[in-house]
């Protein structure tokens, strides 16, 4: 019922940058924290980046200087902006969200995921 859409990745040299997005759809009632986590082959997902209804944003140690997390709570999207891309960030990107949705007269509270986006720097 509530379906989480990414776009925005794709190839791109060291250095360069990239911005993604996720757009949540669906009798969404509320988005709580939304966030970005990645997966390079062989590793296992780590979170990237977080950002709360208020604003508040958390980054990976790794990321910080460099990418940029944002929300449009009107519009049910989160971005990332990513600059100074570098080799060790490929990775598939996924998005995720904690939404409170509705169905009927039930409400609902679900961590929802995105297919995932990929997400390829080259040196």
């Known amino acids: 019922q509530v379906q989480l859409v990414e776009s925005g990745g794709g190839l791109v040299q060291a250095g360069g940058s990239l911005r993604l997005s996720c757009a949540a759809s669906g009798p969404i009632v509320t988005i709580n924290t939304m966030g970005w986590y990645r997966q390079a082959p062989g590793e296992q997902r780590e979170l990237v980046a977080t950002?709360?209804?208020?604003?508040?944003?958390n980054y990976a140690d790794s990321v910080k200087g460099r990418f940029t997390i944002s929300r449009d709570n009107a519009k049910n999207t989160q971005y990332l902006q990513m600059n100074s891309l570098k080799p060790e960030d490929t990775a598939v990107y996924s998005c995720n969200a904690d939404i409170t949705f509705r169905s009927g007269t039930i409400y609902y509270r679900r961590d929802s995921w995105g297919q995932g986006t990929q997400v390829t720097v080259s040196s």
């Open positions: 950002i709360t209804k208020g604003g508040t944003t």
